[in-house]
């Protein structure tokens, strides 16, 4: 039983993780204030 | 305490097993994705290129033409369109500019290209074009899937708006990285005339000469598979205009040229792709497989701990299943169930015990319990328990006359001294 109970923490916790870092996921950021270019850029 | 070890070890070890296909499967897709506010430029040039003059409608040819391609992330679009339709999209605008040696515009094609922020695939959510033309896409564009794989894709080509596959033709290494090699090749097709030409001239004024643009090319790509980003890019491109009229006319070369990334944003892509794989990398491959082995190891550590808990509380000589560390006369432990027939002990019923019984069938001197002589198999808190039940009379330990109650199996009757 105790055992049963040690995987399922275990397991939780594995899930509790995943969610957490997929459910903050990344923040969308900014539109970039470069502009499409119209000349020909010197180096990358 | 090694008992509360391994159940530790135990509970780590479910955690880092259950976390492989959970990142691989469940995370990664929902972590690797373009951001929505990504902005990128590229130059590709054409050594030796020939262009039309549109000051007197010849052609010549040039040392060079830049093709300079600007992708910008439009946040807010993207935001819109995921409210709308519950998915992360990234929506690109785009500027193809082409500009001859001396870097005056030859011409520009802006694009709006909405599509899965992981898969690629065309979100048609309003707002594509092309050039101001409204389209629906199919297929992908500029970028192939995370873990591209080794089939033809449809791939849609901007110039004539339509979607034709790109054929898979094996793998190639670019600058130390591996990567699959895909050509497609566009017939000679009529197409439409860029709204922004040199001269002020329009698709109007184009079509008021005679002439119609036709266009064909050979387009082959590198892409690096994990990211699916292409590390390499060209074309030999070849644009015409034909008059209408005059289908006998020697038709005008527009542009004739090999198309080729331009060395340092060449560079400058594989430095970033090999960045960005490595990311990818770990969540599809080192995570889930690293914590899979450590998952496993930490189950052998902790099937081990209960293994030599369960041995250190055998009392000396016996043969039989585990027991606890319970004292021998102790009236909680006559009150506990005997272990199951797996050998598992308090470790685990189930398949935690069955497997627990597998890996003591390798431990040295330790059978299993089917292995185990009748006397052996008995359990032997029983052996323990029984005296207890049915109590000598008065003074009979103390004489070392007591013996225990028959049982089937059992070994040799045995004083209270033996035991002491």
Request: overall charge positive.
């Amino acid at each position: 039983m105790r055992a049963l109970l040690a995987a399922a923490a275990g397991l939780a916790a594995a899930l509790a993780l995943v969610l957490a870092v997929t459910a903050t996921g990344a923040p969308p950021g900014e539109t970039s204030k470069k502009p499409l270019h119209t000349t020909v850029p010197a180096h990358p | 305490m090694r008992r509360r070890a391994s159940l530790v070890l135990l509970a780590l070890a479910v955690f880092f097993a259950a976390l492989s296909p959970l990142v691989r499967w469940y995370a990664f897709p929902r972590l690797a994705k373009i951001p929505p506010s990504q902005y990128q430029d590229m130059v590709l040039e054409a050594k030796n290129a020939t262009l039309l003059d549109y000051t007197t409608m010849k052609s010549k040819k040039v040392p060079e033409v830049s093709i300079v391609q600007t992708l910008k992330g439009n946040v807010a679009a993207a935001g819109k369109v995921r409210e709308r339709t519950g998915r992360d999209v990234v929506v690109w605008d785009t500027l193809s500019y082409v500009a001859d040696d001396k870097g005056r515009m030859v011409s520009r094609i802006p694009e709006r290209y909405v599509f899965d922020a992981h898969s690629q695939e065309p979100v048609h959510a309003g707002g594509e074009h092309v050039d101001g033309d409204p389209v629906r896409r199919r297929g992908i564009e500029y970028k192939w899937p995370f873990g591209t794989e080794k089939r033809d894709y449809e791939y849609f080509d901007f110039q004539t708006r339509t979607s034709a596959p790109i054929h898979y033709k094996g793998t190639r290494t670019v600058h130390g990285l591996e990567t699959y090699y895909f050509e497609q090749t566009i017939p000679w097709t009529k197409v439409k005339v860029p709204k922004k030409l040199p001269l002020g001239a329009t698709p109007e004024t184009v079509e008021q000469l005679g002439l119609e643009r036709w266009y064909t090319t050979k387009r082959m790509f590198w892409v690096e598979p994990v990211t699916g980003a292409p590390v390499d890019g060209q074309e030999i491109h070849e644009e015409e205009m034909r008059w209408t009229d005059k289908p006998g006319k020697k038709p005008l070369t527009a542009f004739a040229g090999h198309v080729r990334m331009r060395p340092d944003y060449q560079k400058a892509t594989v430095d970033l792709v090999s960045s960005q794989r490595r990311l990818v990398l770990t969540l599809t491959t080192y995570l889930p497989w690293g914590s899979l082995a450590l998952g496993g190891l930490l189950l052998v550590g902790s099937l081990t701990l209960e293994a030599r808990t369960r041995t250190r509380g055998r009392p000396p000589g016996a043969g039989g299943p585990p027991v606890s560390s319970a004292a021998p006369g102790d009236p909680a432990r006559a009150r506990r169930p005997s272990p199951a027939p797996g050998g598992s002990g308090g470790m685990a019923p189930g398949a935690v015990g069955a497997f627990t019984g597998a890996f003591l069938k390798l431990l040295p001197g330790r059978r299993p319990p089917d292995q185990l002589t009748p006397a052996a198999r008995v359990p032997s808190c029983a052996r323990w328990v029984r005296p207890l039940r049915d109590p000598p009379a008065k003074g009979a330990w103390d004489s070392g006359r007591a013996t225990r109650p028959a049982h089937p199996g059992s070994p040799p009757p045995r004083t209270t001294r033996d035991r002491r």
